[in-house]
């Protein structure tokens, strides 16, 4: 038999296994992959999926009137993005993507600000299915068109007054997802025209702390990283990384120890790097 998931928000490949084909179960491919991993999401997507699965590109459902990367879209665009997927608010949403665990959490965490109310991801993501030799299609999946409601939930989302407010008067604890030797600035940016370093006063917990093959680490593992971090969990946190995706993970280990899931910085490092107007601290 096999292990239970680490965390409540994640389903098994083989649970998962019984519930395709439902008309109320709704699976979503939600790969995304840095500039630099050279991987095409979308074209992998097509080559091989989960059967039924549509795919969820970040980068297209978002706000493109900044020049920020995949920055969260208002509601209406969301609602009918989403529902152009055949997706409503009221479905039972199983997450994947093709790392096992590192988009995935940005689109669980999407679809639930935006009012989806059953909304999971799947454990050890497409690398565990297909390990265990379960069946995959090609193509693109066309699901019937629904209407899913949505209400953005902005108490959820940091804006970067709100990560200044936060390290100046130390209302929150800024907990930051990158790489240790990005947060310290020893490792360049993997885009373009950013400063390295990190925000004053941030405490640097790196996502892969957290993840262990693929997989969300048990809870104990978890609870050890914030402590190692010097994150209190029980205090409200944001948290943030390159560009708001791996951010997403260190908020599904908050909400799988029983915590507030605080808040995630939309904007991240792509914006704060960016910025001349703001201060960036090297180790």
């Not at 048990?218 to 946190?237: C, L, N, S, Y």
Request: aromatic share 8%.
């Amino acid at each position: 038999m096999a292990a239970l998931p680490s965390s409540r928000w994640l389903k098994s490949t083989e649970w998962l296994a019984g519930e395709l084909g439902k008309p109320d179960v709704a699976v979503i491919d939600g790969s995304y992959y840095l500039p630099t991993q050279n991987r095409d999401a979308r074209a992998e997507y097509v080559a091989a999926h989960i059967p039924g699965a549509v795919f969820f590109d970040i980068n297209a459902v978002a706000d493109h009137s900044t020049d920020l990367p995949h920055m969260l879209p208002g509601p209406d665009q969301f609602g009918a993005a989403a529902g152009d997927l055949g997706i409503s608010e009221n479905d039972t949403i199983v997450v994947y993507d093709g790392t096992g665990l590192y988009s995935a959490p940005r689109v669980w965490w999407t679809f639930r600000i935006f009012g989806a109310r059953n909304v999971c991801i799947l454990d050890g993501g497409l690398p565990a299915w297909k390990a265990e030799g379960r069946a995959t299609e090609a193509g693109m999946v066309k699901r019937p068109k629904k209407t899913f409601n949505a209400e953005m939930d902005t108490g959820a989302v940091a804006m970067l007054t709100d990560v200044q407010m936060a390290l100046n008067d130390q209302s929150a604890q800024v907990v930051d997802a990158r790489s240790a030797g990005r947060f310290a600035g020893r490792e360049p940016e993997p885009r373009a025209g950013l400063r390295s370093g990190h925000m004053p006063g941030a405490f640097s917990l790196p996502f892969a702390e957290i993840v262990e093959n693929g997989r969300l680490a048990t809870p104990e593992r978890i609870v050890q990283a914030f402590k190692k971090a010097g994150v209190d969990p029980d205090k409200p946190v944001i948290t943030t990384c390159g560009s708001g995706v791996t951010a997403a993970i260190l908020t599904l280990g908050l909400e799988t120890l029983g915590k507030k899931p605080g808040r995630v910085y939309d904007g991240s490092w792509s914006e704060w790097g960016s910025r001349p107007d703001v201060p960036v601290a090297k180790d």
